[in-house]
């Protein structure tokens, strides 16, 4: 499989999946498909042409999901990071507090304006394009540094 392509409804591309984004590492690269898939999953619903509160349920979960799976997979990237002695380990993981803080963020100011679809639109776009921008080229130092540094697939 070369990519995972992601379409929505009327055939717009939203999230795509590809071979190239992999680190060698499986649980790592199982955790991003999943993130990829939730997400696209999310940025379809908010595009669908349901009434904001049927998609209130959907926004629900993937707030929750977010709030919980994110930190996971963060949590385990930045293991991998430490054991093989990524040297950009620091602002990797900034860059992960950061974006955990914001989904809190997100997720408070969403519960205290009562379910804002306004803001939901903008978090699920910042979203989709920080998945893959982070995965297409932060991840893809940690790969490239462990080929280099000539780390092996039992290692990874």
Known sequence: MDTL????????????????????????????????????????????????????????????FMNGYVVEHFRDEEEYQKKIGYPGYEEHKKIHDDMVNYVVKVTEEYEKSGYNEQLMQ???????????????????????YAIKKGVSEDDR
């Open 5 to 64: 392509q992601f379409q929505d409804k009327k055939g717009r591309d939203t999230m795509i999946w590809k071979d190239k984004y992999e680190l060698g590492v499986q649980i790592i690269d199982e955790q991003h498909k999943e993130l990829f898939r939730r997400v696209d999953a999310f940025v379809q619903t908010l595009r669908s042409s349901v009434t904001w509160e049927e998609k209130v349920k959907k926004v629900n979960e993937t707030l929750e």
């Open 122 to 144: 903008q978090f699920g776009g910042k979203l989709l394009s920080w998945l893959i921008n982070h995965v297409a080229a932060q991840d893809q130092r940690i790969a490239d």
